[in-house]
């Protein structure tokens, strides 16, 4: 089977252990800072971190300033949380949080929200108590740049500067074979049905194994098979039985759909998508969905671009180009036979994430059609440049935060040539902000009722409510702080709940004052149920998972 992007045998996929670095160039869009203090945090458990990548301490008005777009003040700390309200004592386990918490290196500032180094959050909640900790993931990419002070590997925007024309050369090889991208595994974190816990990106050598008790990083998740590639979609469907995702083929453009089943690391093929679009480049493919007995693959117009993956500077669209007249699909592939059931065209759209999808059934039981549902930009781009670090530090009280909204396609089964794409609900009713979804994972493949997400009071620059959208009223309850900024709203079911949200929601928020709490709402009334306070913000994160008390 023909490997998917820049195909490279496992043995050349592997990193040396001293990658080759270039000098920073200062006049690049990252940019330096005046000064820098190193100081000593001195509120929670001595830190361990290295003074190289130790963040400058708050003083005066930065330190009451919005933790969401500052590093981590620290690269470890665990306690206990105060607790104001009453966390649900059946509510035992441990949340876990991943996300971009470092975004410099001594004084080189990052340019993305997508390029900073992996911190992990954990609350373990027991008796109505929450215990957290938080720790950078010692990737290869973070370790390497700690010990000689630049960015060494190829992040989402940052690229390690050549010094020479020869060393250009160099680098344009080890793009080939891998070896210059990062592992940095900071978008998000699951738990495998044998129970590994395993936190992930978009690059493949970026899936990285941790301990979810003490947040460590046990070492490289190997995928023990012959399927090469480079990238991957960074948010895997998971369950207690396999683990499914994309692989895109940017050589012959199309998507590998793999499946590994829990117990084992290797990837076997379920079947192939070709892509249709005129041009010659698979979409970019952040999250897929899937069905009982179908996967849904997207193919939207925002596609890889390999002129981009190779630039030393980042385009306005990163490693993705723009083709709106490319068309847009989906397809649908049967997870029984790995046969395409269906490929329609669809409007163009722009999606990080789908939401879930389910199949519709007749009277007489025939599946007719799929439904899938994603957070939707309006087929507009401008969201990746809205997440750079220096827009969203920038808040001047304007709104500018593009509109989003659930997009849901509705996928025929009669050999049509055409999907549609609406929104599910009127998004005003979620502010017209709308991003960082889960659901009940009971319902994932099936006809579900609720959505939880970020949503917007506006004006604002980011999402900055959560939302609880129920697809059925088609209306949204939703919780807002002034100048918080709340991260995923993730559901955790309560053990024995025969309702979809009988349960609670978990968010960690920044707080305005350069506070943050873990936040607990009740999932049917949305109302607060507690909050524990973390001593001080945390930044911005992306996704979680649950992993429930050993019995
Ligand atoms: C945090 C998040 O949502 C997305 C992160 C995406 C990353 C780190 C993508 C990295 C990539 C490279 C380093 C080169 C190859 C292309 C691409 C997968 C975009
Ligand atoms: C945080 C985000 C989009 C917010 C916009 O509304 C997207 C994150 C994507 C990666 O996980
Ligand atoms: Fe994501």
Not at 118 to 139: D, K
Not at 170 to 199: K, P, Q, Y
Not at 415 to 428: F, I, V
Not at 520 to 540: H, Q, T
Request: aromatic share 10%.
């Amino acid at each position: 089977m023909a490997s998917a992007f820049f195909a490279s045998p496992k043995s050349v996929a592997s990193p040396p252990n001293m990658p080759r670095c270039a000098l920073l160039n200062p006049a690049g869009e990252g940019r330096r800072r005046d000064s820098v203090k190193a100081g000593v945090v001195t509120e929670v458990t001595p830190s361990v971190i290295d003074d190289l990548v130790r963040p400058p301490v708050l003083t005066g008005g930065e330190a009451g300033k919005l933790a969401a777009w500052r590093s981590v003040r620290q690269e470890r700390w665990q306690g206990e949380m105060p607790v104001e309200g009453d966390i649900p004592r059946w509510l035992s386990g441990t949340y876990l949080r991943n996300g971009p918490g470092l975004w410099n290196i001594d004084d080189y500032d990052f340019r993305h929200l997508f390029d900073g180094y992996a911190t992990l959050v954990r609350v373990r909640f027991e008796q109505g108590r929450a215990v957290a900790a938080h720790r950078q993931i010692e990737s290869e990419a973070y370790k390497a740049a700690r010990r000689n002070r630049r960015v060494c590997y190829r992040e989402f925007s940052e690229v390690p500067k050549p010094a020479s024309f020869l060393s250009y050369v160099g680098e344009l090889a080890s793009l080939f074979s891998g070896v210059s991208l990062t592992d940095n595994s900071n978008t998000g974190v699951v738990m495998l049905g044998d129970g590994r816990v395993v936190c992930l990106t978009e690059t493949i050598k970026g899936s990285i194994q941790i301990d979810p008790d003490t947040l460590e990083t046990l070492g490289r998740f190997e995928y023990e098979d012959k399927l090469g590639g480079l990238i991957h979609s960074a948010h895997p469907i998971v369950t207690e039985s396999d683990f499914l995702t994309l692989l895109p083929d940017l050589l012959r453009p199309g998507y590998l759909v793999v499946r590994m089943e829990a117990g084992s690391n290797e990837r076997k093929v379920l079947g192939r998508v070709k892509c249709r679009g005129s041009v010659p480049a698979p979409g970019w493919v952040h999250s897929f969905a899937a069905t009982d007995h179908f996967v849904v693959v997207p193919e939207m117009p925002l596609r890889y671009c390999v002129q981009n993956l190779l630039r030393a500077e980042p385009t306005p669209l990163y490693k993705f180009e723009w083709h709106p007249n490319s068309g847009s699909y989906v397809h649908i592939m049967s997870k029984a036979t790995g046969n395409i059931v269906a490929s329609v065209e669809v409007p163009p759209y722009v999606t990080f994430h789908f939401i879930n999808a389910y199949e519709e059934v007749d009277a007489e039981g025939r599946i007719t059609g799929i439904i899938a549902d994603c957070c939707e930009h309006y087929a507009n781009t401008d969201i990746l440049e809205m997440l750079r670090l220096q827009n969203l530090r920038s808040f001047a009280g304007h709104d500018v935060l593009p509109d989003a909204r659930v997009g849901r396609f509705r996928i025929p089964l009669d050999g049509s040539p055409q999907g549609e794409l609406e929104a599910a609900l009127d998004p005003e009713e979620h502010g017209r902000g709308m991003d960082m979804c889960s659901i009940n994972p009971t319902y994932l493949g099936k006809k579900y009722r609720y959505a939880y997400a970020c949503g917007a009071r506006r004006p604002c620059n980011f999402p900055n409510t959560l939302t609880k959208i129920d697809l059925v009223e088609k209306k949204a309850k939703n919780w807002h702080q002034e100048g918080a900024v709340p991260s995923e709203p993730f559901f955790v079911a309560r053990p024995g709940a025969t309702e979809e949200d009988d349960g609670v929601v978990i968010s960690i928020v920044s707080d305005k004052n350069g506070e943050g709490y873990a936040l607990v709402l009740d999932g049917r009334s949305f109302e607060e149920l507690a909050r524990a306070k973390f001593p001080y913000g945390l930044p911005y994160g992306l996704h979680g998972c649950w992993v429930p008390k050993k019995q």
